[in-house]
């Protein structure tokens, strides 16, 4: 709940604890991100350290917002269904840039440009479309936890990988 009177500047809409949450849950990632998991994955060979990344993703159809009581029936059908389809083709993305990166196929690289790509403007237009057209976070029900623990994660994880992607160094040699 928003108690926001005596503030002008601040929309009748405005949920503070929600804003609080993801901007914790973005900070605790970051700190986490920055102390644990990028001193092992900038250690790795490439193809490795990106698949561990991308396997972190192929889970982001847990949870999908097309599933029927997921979410409050008041939410929009159409926010619903585009973030839903849009985390369902980002899992599908990671998913088979795993496989080229375990099977060292030549798109491998290029693969995971393509999820990384989509995946981070996938989440960016997700938390544009809840910030304007979602007045209340309380519409997303059990899946309250997704904007405001998950997708902090989720975009952390996509700076990794572009961190990798974009490391200078020679590529790895095939087995």
């Known amino acids: 709940m928003s108690d926001n009177q005596g503030h002008p500047n601040v929309p009748p809409s405005f949920n503070l604890p929600f804003v609080l949450s993801v901007a914790g849950a ?13 001193p092992v994955v900038r250690t790795m060979p490439r193809h490795d350290a990106l698949r561990l990344l991308a396997a972190f993703h192929a889970f982001r159809f847990l949870g999908n917002f097309l599933v029927a009581g997921f979410v409050s029936s008041e939410l929009s059908p159409d926010f619903a269904s585009e973030v839903g389809w849009g985390d369902l083709i980002a899992a599908t993305l990671a998913l088979v840039s795993m496989a080229a990166l375990s099977w060292r196929w030549s798109i491998a690289v290029p693969m995971v440009w393509i999820f990384n790509v989509w995946g981070t403007l996938d989440l960016l237009n997700a938390y544009y479309m809840g910030a304007t057209k979602i007045q209340n976070p309380g519409l997303f029900g059990a899946g309250i ?4 623990l998950y997708v902090p994660l989720l975009l952390v994880s996509h700076v990794l990988v572009f961190m990798i992607l974009l490391r200078s160094g020679p590529e790895e040699q095939t087995p």
């Open 26 to 38: 973005f900070l605790a990632s970051s700190v986490v991100a920055i102390v644990y998991v990028w």
């Open 145 to 148: 936890y997704i904007p405001a």
